[in-house]
């Protein structure tokens, strides 16, 4: 069901990939209430996936942009402005890569030239953005950007490596810039901390089927797939959260707040049944 919560506005949104990335799932969402935008994404994943027929399907144009070079945010900002006909009022930053993940280094093994890549792409974008975008004064008032981010910001979880800094700079910076933005122009920026979700990006995580089974299992509501996390997006991008910024929101089905759950306790228990001889 629509509500018309985003009728006029404008938007940028990154990262869609395929139908099954969260961005193209945000993307549709907009769509729905009323949000006219650009799709944006690197120039080899525009190659890989499948946008264009997003594009279609939304009636949005393509501009693609290396979220790493300052000079590809101005051209996609400002030409973003031209089409949509004015200042952005959202921006979804769906943006992570880690190159010793895909090179499945341990976190132990790193290599450090990666990691800066890890950095830059996943974090540091997201300051070059919000730096390019003030500059530029591209955002409207009380506009909002919310940057995708992930638990492990906070916690220790196997295999997801490097990506755990990359996940507490970008909630940092959500923080830092959200403050200076607010004041001066009364832009919104938070990041909304998911579940594992069944993603091309999330598949590729070392272990990921047994993570998504456990946090399925944890959270008393069960994990928030890719059409719930848009439709908590959309409110972000509305006018009824004015007032949120600075803010990392964790939507995980309750996760967050979980020490351990009767479901998860069961497998665990039926585990000692077998393993554990009865004279321990």
């Not at 629509?2 to 869609?16: D, M, S």
């Not at 800066?116 to 008032?141: F, V």
């Not at 456990?214 to 908590?232: I, K, W």
Request: aromatic content about 10%.
């Amino acid at each position: 069901m629509a509500y018309n919560l985003l009728q006029n506005k404008k938007g940028i949104i990154f990262g869609a990939l395929n139908d099954k990335s969260i961005g193209w799932k945000v993307a549709e969402r907009a769509h729905e209430e009323g949000a006219r935008f650009v799709l944006t994404n690197a120039p080899f994943a525009i190659r890989l996936g499948s946008i264009d027929q997003l594009a279609e399907q939304t009636g949005s144009e393509v501009i693609p942009a290396d979220v790493t070079k300052i000079e590809d945010l101005s051209h996609l900002l400002k030409r973003s402005q031209e089409i949509l006909g004015g200042k952005i009022d959202f921006i979804l930053h769906s943006v992570g890569m880690s190159p010793n993940v895909r090179k499945k280094r341990s976190y132990d093994d790193l290599d450090y030239q990666y990691f800066s890549q890890t950095l830059d792409i996943s974090a540091l974008s997201l300051h070059k953005l919000l730096q390019t975008a003030k500059k530029m004064d591209a955002i409207a008032d009380y506009g909002s950007i919310v940057a995708l981010s992930y638990i492990a910001a906070q916690r220790s979880f196997y295999g997801y490596n490097d990506m755990a800094e990359a996940k507490s700079l970008l909630e940092s910076i959500a923080r830092s810039f959200g403050y200076i933005y607010g004041r001066s122009k009364h832009v919104r920026v938070n990041t909304v901390s998911q579940s594992p979700t069944l993603t091309s990006a999330g598949s590729g995580i070392r272990g990921f089927d047994g993570l998504y089974d456990f946090t399925n299992r944890m959270s008393p509501l069960g994990n928030a797939d890719a059409n719930d996390c848009a439709d908590y997006c959309v409110t972000l991008f509305s006018d009824l959260t004015r007032k949120v910024t600075m803010q990392n929101l964790f939507h995980d089905g309750g996760f967050s707040n979980m020490g351990m759950s009767a479901r998860v306790m069961g497998v665990y228990n039926k585990l000692l049944e077998n393993i554990i001889p009865d004279e321990w």
